[in-house]
């Protein structure tokens, strides 16, 4: 783990509804449904996200998400604190 995370998973599992089995379903099966989510959605920008120096990798702007998420009330709100990452639109 890398020094300085305190919870390695945050932002990478992508809340949503995902079909499950019947029967036995573990905490690794739901969480590989939900970064593999992830990972597609991050695929589709991954280019933009390379470009983009002021995030530098997909962890900063993850961790930027989650944080203008967390402290935003707003779509608005979080649509200007997030200005800096116009080109994804």
């Known amino acids: 783990m890398q020094k300085g995370i305190k919870y390695p998973l945050e932002g990478y599992l992508a809340p949503g509804i995902y079909p499950l089995p019947k029967g036995h379903i573990t905490l690794d099966m739901i969480i590989d449904k939900m970064l593999a989510n992830t990972q597609s959605t991050i695929e589709k920008y991954q280019d933009k ?14 961790t930027m998400a989650s944080l203008i998420e967390q402290e935003a009330p707003s779509f608005k709100d979080r649509e200007k604190i997030a200005g800096f990452l116009q080109p994804f639109k």
């Open 49 to 62: 996200i390379n470009k983009n120096k002021q995030l530098g990798s997909v962890h900063k702007l993850l």
